[in-house]
Nanobody
Framework: QVQLVESGGGLVQAGGSLRLSCAAS????????MGWFRQAPGKERDFVAA????????DYADSVKGRFTIARDNAKNTVYLQMNSLKPEDTAVYYC???????????????????WGQGTQVTVSS
């Protein structure tokens, strides 16, 4: 059983930065792609960023390209999301997830991911 725990969320002013972490336990995730998603109140869960098993392939939602960076440390079984130039529209609960299908690339659809963390709140004030 894989357990994912997100941390690093909080309240920040527009233009500020936050770094989210997602620590995994129960299984080594070095062979699997990881993703970050977010869900604002009353909205669907949306793709934010994903990284493949090696870190050599990443993908981002258009809304965060150039501002967010996903990275992973397989030795620590942890994936990160560095968020810069935050905007009020980035306000949401952020979730990390693992895609346990062995593949070279990454997927963006939530249904492709098998395990999810409990989420961490990010609030950006204007």
């Amino acid at each position: 059983q894989v357990q994912l725990v997100e941390s690093g969320g909080g309240l920040v002013q527009a233009g500020g930065s936050l770094r989210l972490s997602c620590a995994a336990s129960g299984r080594t995730l070095s062979r699997y792609a990881m993703g970050w998603f977010r869900q604002a109140p009353g909205k669907e869960r949306d793709f934010v960023a994903a990284i493949n098993w090696s870190g050599g392939t990443t993908d981002y939602a258009d809304s965060v390209k150039g501002r967010f960076t996903i990275a992973r440390d397989n030795a620590k079984n942890t994936v990160y999301l560095q968020m810069n130039s935050l905007k009020p529209e980035d306000t949401a609960v952020y979730y990390c997830a693992v895609d346990q299908t062995l593949r070279v690339g990454v997927k963006v659809a939530p249904y492709e991911y098998d395990y999810w963390g409990q989420g961490t709140q990010v609030t950006v004030s204007s």
